[in-house]
């Protein structure tokens, strides 16, 4: 199972019994990379919004976005991309690549090497909310709670992108909106990982918003 297939818990059977004519035994059974790059994102998302309403400072987001939020869920996009999964594949290499590039752009502000203004991060920000945008319209044909995963992060964007070009009070806004988001990430990881380790579909996702 993948993230295109979280519309729908996959238990687990058990093994047929052996007979004569049993086919060569299958192969390991592999896990699914969504869990990581969900969760992933969803850490290094709250994170940040934790800075953005005022209660940690950059020091932890940055680390947090290099290691979990950029190179966990890059990976995690990588093997989504093993598995034919185009939706995983872009979605979690894509927004690992987005907290790399972001962490390394904190890092080159703060020691001078690269300094970047507001409206810099602002115009940034403005080219992720375009690709959200698209990906959105996909994860609405996924889940209802990946399409709602998928609307609070657009709107997060947004949000962001006004906090940058003048409306600096939409700032702490954005955070607790994105908090929601984070949680929704968190919500389908756990899905994913009860479904297999209950056989069942414990927190069910939803039917697909558009059909």
């Given at each position: 199972?993948?993230?295109?297939?979280?519309?729908?818990?996959?238990?687990?059977?058990?093994?047929?019994?052996?007979?004569?004519?049993?086919?060569?035994?299958a192969g390991p059974k592999l896990g699914n990379p969504a869990v990581v790059g969900l969760a992933g994102f969803a850490l290094s998302t709250l994170l940040l919004q934790f800075h953005n309403?005022?209660?940690?400072?950059?020091?932890?987001?940055?680390?947090?976005?290099?290691?979990?939020?950029?190179?966990?869920?890059?990976?995690?996009?990588?093997?989504?991309?093993?598995?034919?999964?185009?939706?995983?594949?872009?979605?979690?290499?894509?927004?690992?690549?987005?907290?790399?590039?972001?962490?390394?752009?904190?890092?080159?502000?703060?020691?001078?090497?690269?300094?970047?203004?507001?409206?810099?991060?602002?115009?940034?920000?403005?080219?992720?909310?375009?690709?959200?945008?698209?990906?959105?319209?996909?994860?609405?044909?996924?889940?209802?709670?990946?399409?709602?995963?998928?609307?609070?992060?657009?709107?997060?964007?947004?949000?962001?992108?006004?906090?940058?070009?003048?409306?600096?009070?939409?700032?702490?806004?954005?955070?607790?909106?994105l908090m929601v988001c984070a949680g929704l990430a968190l919500y389908v990881m756990a899905h994913v990982v009860f479904a297999d380790v209950f056989g069942r579909d414990v927190l069910p996702?939803?039917?697909?918003?558009?059909?």
């Amino acid at each position: 199972m993948s993230i295109t297939t979280l519309s729908k818990a996959e238990p687990r059977t058990p093994a047929p019994a052996p007979s004569a004519h049993a086919h060569p035994e299958a192969g390991p059974k592999l896990g699914n990379p969504a869990v990581v790059g969900l969760a992933g994102f969803a850490l290094s998302t709250l994170l940040l919004q934790f800075h953005n309403v005022g209660w940690v400072g950059m020091g932890p987001v940055v680390w947090l976005g290099l290691v979990f939020g950029g190179g966990a869920q890059l990976i995690a996009g990588l093997h989504e991309m093993k598995t034919g999964n185009n939706f995983g594949y872009g979605a979690f290499t894509a927004y690992g690549c987005f907290w790399i590039a972001l962490a390394l752009m904190q890092i080159g502000n703060a020691t001078g090497l690269f300094p970047v203004s507001t409206t810099d991060v602002g115009w940034f920000l403005v080219v992720w909310t375009l690709y959200t945008a698209v990906m959105t319209v996909g994860a609405l044909r996924i889940s209802a709670a990946l399409g709602l995963v998928f609307i609070t992060l657009l709107a997060g964007f947004v949000l962001l992108d006004l906090a940058h070009f003048g409306y600096p009070a939409l700032t702490p806004v954005a955070g607790y909106e994105l908090m929601v988001c984070a949680g929704l990430a968190l919500y389908v990881m756990a899905h994913v990982v009860f479904a297999d380790v209950f056989g069942r579909d414990v927190l069910p996702v939803g039917k697909p918003l558009i059909r």
